[in-house]
C-alpha cells in the first residue's frame, strides 16, 4: 500500500499534499511525467521522485534517456515533431499521468536558434495540447527570472505581475516568453488544471552546468565598466526542491523562485576567484557579437544588459503562498559553485554530466 | 604560516581581511568563511538589498562630513520632528544642478538625530543608466525612485527621503530658485497613505546656488543620455572643474510631521484627498524655504 505514506514534513501546512487529496487518492496511483527529462532539473526531480514513497511512477519524456530508478519508465518523444501531440496524449492516458513537469528547455543561449525555437516554444504547444487532451490534474512549467529583462527602470525586486520586458532580439528569451504565453493560454482554455511557473533565478552549484557558470569559469571575464548591478542566484538544491514542492502542492500561479540576498556582480567575480575586465559597454556590444560568432563566450551580446542593470525578482509570493525557504542564499549558492569548481580545476572532481 | 601567527600580536587594529584570502587560495577544500567576516577584500563584500555598502559607506563618511561640516557648513534644524522610530517619509525641495541635497540629509540627520538614524534617499532614474555614477548611489544608500521600491523601504520601518520634484527640481534655472515645481503625480502621497508613514516635510536652503543653471541645452541633453545639459557661470566654460559646487551656506529645515494614520489606507484612491495632503506638504515646505530666505543676509555666510 503505496498510498499510506508516513507523514511529510509539512513547514506551515498551509496547503494540503497533493498525495492526500481524497481525488488523487481515489485514482490510488501518483505518476508523474517529466518532459525534458534528461536536463539538469529533470534527471534530480527524477530522483527525488524515486525516493519519495507518495509518487507511484514517473514517466521521463526526453530524446535521450535519463539516468533513472525502476519506479521510471522512459518514452522518446521529440517534441519538435507535430506527431509529439498525439504521442503524448497517448502516453498520458495509458500511464494516467497526473501531473505534467514540463522542463524541455535549453539552459544555455545557443547557435542553433531555429531548434531552439522549435523545441521551446513549439515544442510547449505540442506538451499543452497533448496535456489537454490527457486531461491532466496539473502542470508545473520551468521558466526563468532573467525573462523580466535587464532595465535600469526596473524595481530593485521584480514582482510576478511585472512584464516580461527580456530584449527580443534574443530568441533565448523570446522563446522562453511564448512558451509562457503558450501556457496562458492553456490556463484559460482547462481551467480545472492546476497550472503552476516557477521563473527560477539563475541557478548555480557545484553540478549545474548553464552558461551562467560557463561565464564564470572563464578566467577574466568581461564586465561593463562603471556598471556593477546587484545579481541573484538559486542553488541547484533549493531549484529542484522547489520543483518537488510544486508537485507536492497545489500553489496555482507563477512564482519567482530565488535565494535571499544580493551581491553586486564584481563581488560575485571575486568570490567566485576571477578577474573582471571592464569594457567600456558600447565597445562591449560589437566585441561580444564577434565573440559569441567565434564561439568564444557562452552568451551572446544581448545578454550584456544583465552586466549593466538590475534584474532581481521578489521571492516573496514562493515563500507566502507555496511555503518555499531557500536553504542557500545567493552568495552561498555562489560559494558552493565556486568551491566545486576549483576541486575541477585540480581534477579532484570530474564532471558528472 | 609564521607572518600569519604573528600578525594579530603585533597590530593593535587586527586587519583580519587579509589572512582567510592567503588560506582560502592555499588551501583547496577549505571550509567557507562566515558570511559576516571579509573574505577578499573589505569592498562591498556584504549589501543590503538593495545594495547598500556598509564598508564602502564607511569610507566617504569623512568626505560627505567634510562637505557638512565645513564646505556647506549646514545648519540643522528641527531635527526632533523626526520620528526616533518606525517608517517616515522625508519630503524635501529637490535643487542645485548636482544635487548633493540627498547625501547632505542623510548625513544631517545620521550627525544630529539622537537615533543617529539611516536614511534611504530616492534618486531618479537617469542615475542609474550612468556608468559608475548609478554603482556610486547605490552603495552609498540612494534606491532607484519608484513605489515599489519606497514601499518596500517603508515596510521596512525605513526612513525615507523622497524629492518629488524629481528632475524639475534639479533642472531648474536660476531664476526660477526656490519655487517648487509641480510634485510629479503625487506618488509620494499615495505611498504614505498606503502604508501610513507620516511625512515630515523638509526644507534645503543653499543648494539652489551650489551650481546656478543660467541655460538648459535641451540638444545636447539626449545624446548624453540626461534629462538636461546644464550651462552654468562655470560649466561648460572650465570644463568638469567647472561642476564644482560653490560653498553656500545650508540650512537643512525638519517641519511638523504629518501624520497619515487618521486616513484609511484605502483613501489613496482619493484623488481629493491625495491632492490637499500635496497642497499641505507644498505649502510646509515652501513657507519653510520662504521664512529662512528672509532670515538670509548672504548666499556664502548665511
Given amino acids: 500500500m503505496a498510498v ?9 501546512g498551509k496547503l494540503e499534499p497533493t498525495a492526500r ?12 511525467a517529466v518532459t525534458g527529462a534528461s536536463s539538469f532539473l529533470g534527471q534530480n526531480l527524477i530522483a527525488s521522485f524515486e525516493e519519495d514513497p507518495a509518487i507511484d511512477r514517473v514517466v521521463a519524456i526526453d530524446i535521450k534517456q535519463p539516468a533513472s530508478g525502476k519506479k521510471t519508465r522512459f518514452y522518446e518523444v521529440d517534441l519538435t515533431q507535430t506527431a509529439a501531440e498525439a504521442r503524448l496524449a497517448e502516453i498520458f492516458a495509458a500511464e494516467r499521468v497526473g501531473t505534467l513537469v514540463h522542463l524541455a528547455f535549453q539552459a544555455s543561449p545557443s547557435h542553433a536558434t531555429a531548434y531552439a525555437h522549435e523545441l521551446e516554444s513549439v515544442g510547449t504547444m505540442h506538451v499543452l495540447v497533448g496535456a489537454r487532451h490527457g486531461r491532466l490534474r496539473k502542470v508545473v512549467m520551468a521558466s526563468s527570472t532573467l525573462l523580466y529583462g535587464a532595465h535600469p527602470s526596473n524595481p530593485n525586486f521584480l514582482g510576478e505581475h511585472q512584464p516580461l520586458r527580456a530584449t527580443k532580439r534574443e530568441s533565448f528569451f523570446t522563446n522562453k516568453i511564448e512558451a509562457e504565453a503558450e501556457l496562458a493560454r492553456f490556463v484559460e482554455r482547462s481551467p480545472e488544471t492546476v497550472v503552476t511557473v516557477l521563473r527560477t533565478a539563475p541557478i548555480l552549484g557545484p553540478t549545474v ?14 564586465t561593463m565598466m562603471g556598471f556593477d548591478p546587484l545579481v541573484q542566484f538559486i542553488h541547484e538544491l533549493d531549484a529542484i526542491a522547489a520543483f518537488k514542492l510544486a508537485v507536492d502542492r497545489d500553489a496555482p500561479g ?28 558600447p565597445i562591449a556590444e560589437p566585441l561580444g557579437t564577434a565573440l559569441w560568432m567565434a564561439q568564444l563566450t557562452p552568451a551572446p551580446s544581448t545578454f550584456l544588459p544583465y552586466l549593466r542593470f538590475l534584474c532581481v525578482a521578489d521571492g516573496a509570493r514562493a515563500k507566502d503562498v507555496m511555503g518555499f525557504r531557500p536553504a542557500f542564499t545567493t552568495r552561498e549558492a555562489l560559494l558552493d559553485f565556486a568551491r566545486a569548481e576549483r576541486l575541477r580545476e585540480v581534477k579532484l572532481l570530474s564532471e558528472v554530466y | 604560516m609564521e607572518p600569519v601567527k604573528r600578525k594579530p600580536r603585533a597590530k593593535p587594529k587586527p586587519r583580519a581581511p587579509r589572512a582567510p584570502k592567503k588560506s582560502a587560495s592555499v ?19 556584504e549589501v543590503d538589498d538593495f545594495g547598500y555598502d556598509p564598508a ?14 565645513r564646505y556647506f557648513r549646514v545648519e540643522c534644524r528641527g531635527i526632533v520632528n523626526v520620528p526616533t522610530d518606525g517608517r517616515c517619509m522625508l519630503v524635501a525641495n529637490h535643487s542645485g544642478t548636482i544635487p548633493f541635497d540627498g547625501p547632505m540629509l542623510r548625513t544631517a540627520v ?31 544608500g540612494a534606491v532607484r525612485a519608484c513605489q515599489e521600491n519606497a514601499e518596500r523601504l517603508l515596510r521596512h520601518e525605513t526612513l525615507v527621503a523622497v524629492f518629488p520634484e524629481g528632475t524639475k527640481g534639479i533642472g531648474k534655472l536660476f531664476r526660477e530658485r526656490y519655487k517648487l515645481q509641480r510634485f510629479g503625480r503625487n506618488g509620494f502621497v499615495r505611498l504614505a497613505l498606503r502604508t501610513q508613514a507620516p511625512i515630515v516635510p523638509v526644507a534645503i536652503i543653499g543648494a539652489e546656488e551650489t551650481n546656478p543653471m543660467l541655460m538648459r541645452l535641451e540638444a545636447l541633453a539626449k545624446p548624453f543620455g540626461i534629462p538636461y ?12 572643474l567647472g561642476l564644482l559646487p560653490a560653498p553656500t551656506k545650508w540650512r537643512i529645515i525638519f517641519g511638523e510631521p504629518i501624520p497619515m494614520d487618521k486616513h484609511h489606507p484605502e483613501r489613496e484612491g482619493d484623488e481629493t484627498l491625495v491632492a490637499r495632503i500635496a497642497e499641505r506638504v507644498r505649502d510646509a515646505i515652501q513657507s519653510m524655504i520662504d521664512a529662512a530666505l528672509r532670515e538670509r543676509k548672504s548666499v556664502i555666510f548665511g
Fill in chain 1, 4 to 12: 499510506l505514506k508516513p507523514k511529510r514534513k509539512d513547514p506551515n
Fill in chain 1, 21 to 32: 487529496d481524497p481525488a488523487a487518492l481515489q485514482e490510488a496511483r501518483v505518476v508523474v
Fill in chain 1, 209 to 222: 552546468s548553464s552558461f551562467l557558470t560557463k561565464f564564470l569559469s572563464q578566467r577574466v571575464i568581461m
Fill in chain 1, 254 to 281: 507563477t512564482f519567482n523562485i530565488c535565494a535571499d540576498g544580493v551581491l553586486p556582480i564584481s563581488t560575485a567575480i571575486r568570490l567566485a576567484g576571477r578577474i573582471s575586465l571592464p569594457v567600456p559597454h
Fill in chain 2, 27 to 45: 588551501i583547496v577544500s577549505a571550509p567557507p568563511a562566515p558570511p559576516t567576516t571579509p573574505v577578499l577584500r573589505e569592498r562591498n563584500e
Fill in chain 2, 56 to 69: 564602502y559607506d564607511a569610507r566617504m563618511t569623512p568626505f560627505f562630513d567634510f562637505l557638512y561640516e
Fill in chain 2, 110 to 140: 545620521k550627525r544630529e538625530h539622537p537615533g543617529k538614524r539611516d536614511v534611504r534617499w530616492l534618486a531618479e532614474d537617469f542615475v542609474f543608466h550612468f556608468p559608475f555614477l548609478g554603482s556610486f548611489e547605490t552603495r552609498i
Fill in chain 2, 229 to 240: 545639459f546644464p550651462v552654468t557661470a562655470t560649466f561648460p566654460l572650465l570644463g568638469p
